[in-house]
């Protein structure tokens, strides 16, 4: 497009920009947020947009027709250990960031993965089962992450559903709810976060540190360990996620 000014008529008309975005992958999407802050604003919040980014106002579950997505761009670039605290998640004080200058993006205070959802549409309800930890370790509690949201908004019969496979389990699960949590403190939650996963994936650690640090701690301890690799098992309205930690 050789003229200016019809380029600027282009990106300054918001529907066609969002067009324009709507071909970008989700790298890409991240990348672009930099040129300016209503080109960030504009890609945070736009519908057509937010199954790419992973963040704004997502459907009701209760609506939920698909399969959500999960959000593997973020989940496949994360180094993270469990012992750390929230706050140096991804920051310099974990080793592999310094030494790898693909992560020093992620290591940002204000980097837009802290605000995305771990899949799209966003789910209230995630378990997470330690791969073949959880078949050497028998006694080990299934972790899952959910919104108090959720249960209000869950029918009688499900939960009747849900209490009765839990007590065919020879151990009942770790619930954590997502609302109790130091980072959505003040926050309406409406789905869980990346964040909320990597918060309870450490506090999953720290109560059963007895069986997992054997098997985890050495992954962290090589220049590169750390990157949380997640397989979807199953759904329906919620999401169960096989987590591997990768050893470099």
């Given at each position: 497009?050789?003229?200016?000014?019809?380029?600027?008529?282009v990106?300054?008309?918001?529907?066609?920009?969002?067009?324009?975005?709507?071909?970008?992958?989700?790298?890409?999407?991240?990348?672009?947020?930099?040129?300016?802050?209503?080109?960030?604003?504009?890609?945070?919040?736009?519908?057509?947009?937010?199954?790419?980014?992973?963040t704004?106002?997502?459907?009701?579950?209760?609506?939920?027709?698909?399969?959500?997505?999960?959000?593997?761009?973020?989940?496949?670039?994360?180094?993270?250990?469990p012992?750390?605290?929230?706050?140096?998640?991804?920051?310099?004080?974990?080793?592999?960031?310094?030494?790898?200058?693909?992560?020093?993006?992620?290591?940002?205070?204000?980097?837009?993965?802290?605000?995305?959802?771990?899949?799209?549409?966003?789910?209230?309800?995630?378990?997470?089962?330690?791969?073949?930890?959880?078949?050497?370790?028998?006694?080990?509690?299934?972790?899952v992450?959910?919104?108090?949201?959720?249960?209000?908004?869950?029918?009688?019969?499900?939960?009747?559903?849900?209490?009765?496979?839990?007590?065919?389990?020879?151990?009942?699960?770790y619930?954590?709810?997502?609302?109790?949590?130091p980072?959505?403190?003040?926050?309406?939650?409406?789905?869980?976060?990346?964040?909320?996963?990597?918060?309870?994936?450490?506090?999953h650690?720290?109560?059963?540190?007895?069986?997992?640090?054997?098997?985890?701690?050495?992954?962290?301890?090589?220049?590169?360990?750390?990157?949380?690799?997640?397989?979807?098992?199953k759904y329906?309205?919620?999401?169960?996620?096989?987590?591997?930690?990768?050893?470099?």
């Open positions: 497009m050789d003229n200016p000014d019809a380029l600027a008529q990106l300054g008309t918001t529907e066609l920009l969002c067009s324009i975005l709507g071909h970008l992958s989700q790298g890409d999407l991240l990348r672009v947020q930099r040129v300016s802050q209503s080109w960030r604003s504009l890609i945070k919040n736009a519908p057509n947009l937010r199954a790419s980014t992973f704004g106002q997502g459907p009701s579950q209760r609506v939920l027709s698909k399969v959500p997505q999960l959000n593997t761009f973020v989940i496949g670039r994360l180094r993270w250990c012992s750390l605290e929230m706050a140096l998640v991804n920051t310099s004080q974990f080793h592999s960031v310094g030494t790898d200058p693909t992560l020093q993006a992620m290591a940002y205070e204000h980097a837009s993965w802290r605000d995305q959802y771990l899949t799209w549409p966003p789910v209230a309800k995630l378990s997470i089962i330690h791969g073949t930890i959880s078949q050497e370790e028998p006694s080990l509690a299934d972790l992450v959910t919104s108090r949201q959720n249960d209000n908004q869950q029918p009688a019969h499900e939960e009747e559903e849900d209490e009765s496979s839990e007590s065919d389990s020879e151990t009942p699960p619930v954590l709810y997502i609302e109790e949590f980072h959505n403190s003040g926050r309406e939650c409406q789905g869980i976060s990346v964040l909320d996963m990597i918060y309870a994936l450490r506090l650690y720290l109560k059963f540190e007895h069986s997992l640090k054997f098997y985890l701690r050495p992954a962290f301890e090589t220049p590169r360990g750390g990157e949380i690799l997640a397989r979807i098992k329906p309205r919620e999401l169960m996620v096989d987590v591997t930690v990768l050893n470099f």
